[in-house]
């Protein structure tokens, strides 16, 4: 008895992986009118995705704007939170930064949402298009160079399916297959740190603040949530993780408040914490041979700060703006200007979470004084607040159109 041949397909896009940001780059697509297939290894739902965990996500403004331009916040507003200021300090140094969203012209500088919320408005939005063809689950079995683009074997339920896409994208992560299957190295940095993520309920309402405090041990965020909880994100030494993973409730809450403080008086209710081992991953190029990579397969930074999604989601409007003004997804003068377009944010944003590791966590007394005094000059000099802010705010270098909708 022979097996039946493959099926096979043809798009001009083919994107291997449904994560966050892969969903996102297939909803900004298929908005923009342009087919592809998105090939998912979790089945759609948001309990079997990964990235939809029980992080709190921070998002920036310029990142809501997108996700309202693609048409994924209106199934996600009503869970979300503003933060309406932030509250910057380092344990041992004196100075703060404090911003304010009024005082910078907007009604929110951005939003708290659970992954898990995000994810659920993702599915969602990709139940409403009209383009993309979603392969879920299925896996990348192999891929195959063509003159003009890609052909990939996947498998899936219903049996093995041939893909041939002009532009192949890899959104699959910071272990990508992609990436690997394209030859393309990646430069690996372990912090080690784990990063303990879980609510807690503070004493005191948060007024929509965020803290972000810094220490030698590692960062330690406050993010404001509904019913007056907090997202609290707390990085301890790898060696430390274990310890802190033993903690009853009442033993975690006590180690929490010792390194963030009393500024919202005694923290209460902890949730179920999940620990994350922190590692900086980036790709050595963006691009091969009509393909491209985004999100976590092309750089994975340090959560300080909060950016990787925030960074990620403007890879991929980026990616879509471009491939929906071309004829050709995968020209190689396209994956050239988006590299280059890229550059800047990705280069900034990677070595700010990378500096501010190494200049506001780590033990280095003789720095204390200078850090004290760039927290001043960065909290009194309006500027230089203003400049912070708007970076924050995720405006950066030549940002997509589509953050820039209501671009104060």
């Not at 404090?98 to 949402?113: F, K, M, P, S």
């Not at 659920?120 to 195959?144: F, G, H, K, S, T």
């Not at 994350?276 to 959560?303: E, F, M, S």
């Not at 879509?320 to 590299?339: F, I, N, R």
């Amino acid at each position: 008895m022979t097996s039946s041949p493959p099926s096979s397909t043809r798009s001009p896009v083919l994107i291997v992986g449904g994560g966050l940001v892969g969903a996102s780059l297939a909803i900004a697509l298929d908005a923009a009118g342009v087919d592809a297939v998105m090939v998912e290894a979790a089945a759609p739902r948001a309990d079997a995705q990964p990235s939809y965990d029980e992080r709190n996500l921070a998002l920036s403004r310029a990142t809501v704007n997108g996700l309202q331009a693609i048409g994924v916040w209106r199934h996600a507003a009503a869970l979300a939170t503003p933060i309406r200021h932030i509250h910057v300090s380092r344990a041992g140094d004196f100075g703060s930064v404090r911003l304010d969203a009024q005082r910078e012209g907007v009604d929110a500088l951005g939003w708290t949402l659970p992954a898990r919320e995000l994810g659920n408005a993702l599915l969602r939005r990709l139940d409403e298009c009209q383009r993309l063809r979603r392969l879920a689950p299925a896996r990348l079995e192999a891929l195959e160079p063509l003159a003009e683009g890609w052909r990939a074997r996947v498998s899936t339920a219903a049996g093995t399916q041939e893909i041939d896409a002009a532009l192949l994208v890899g959104a699959d992560g910071t272990a990508s297959s992609v990436r690997d299957r394209l030859g393309i190295d990646a430069e690996t940095y372990d912090y080690g740190q784990t990063l303990f993520v879980c609510t807690v309920t503070p004493e005191r309402p948060h007024a929509n603040r965020a803290y972000e405090r810094f220490a030698d041990h590692g960062p330690v965020a406050l993010l404001p949530l509904a019913e007056r909880r907090c997202g609290l994100v707390l990085t301890v030494p790898t060696e430390q993780a274990a310890e802190v993973t033993a903690l009853d409730d009442e033993g975690f809450l006590a180690f929490a408040q010792q390194r963030f403080g009393w500024r919202l008086g005694r923290l209460a209710r902890p949730g179920k914490r999940h620990p994350y081992a922190i590692k900086r991953v980036a790709a050595g190029r963006l691009t091969g041979p009509r393909a491209v990579l985004v999100g976590n397969a092309a750089q994975t930074v340090h959560p300080i700060g909060a950016q990787g999604f925030n960074l990620g989601l403007r890879d991929a409007l980026t990616l879509a703006e471009l491939v929906a003004a071309a004829a050709d997804p995968g020209a190689p003068a396209l994956l050239e200007h988006y590299a280059a377009r890229r550059a800047p944010d990705r280069e900034g944003t990677m070595g700010m979470s990378h500096g501010l590791v190494q200049l506001a966590c780590l033990e280095q007394p003789l720095l204390g004084p200078l850090r004290s005094l760039a927290l001043l000059a960065c909290d009194r000099v309006p500027p230089l607040r203003s400049l912070l802010a708007r970076k924050g705010m995720g405006f950066r270098a030549e940002p997509p159109q589509a953050v820039l909708e209501r671009l104060p």
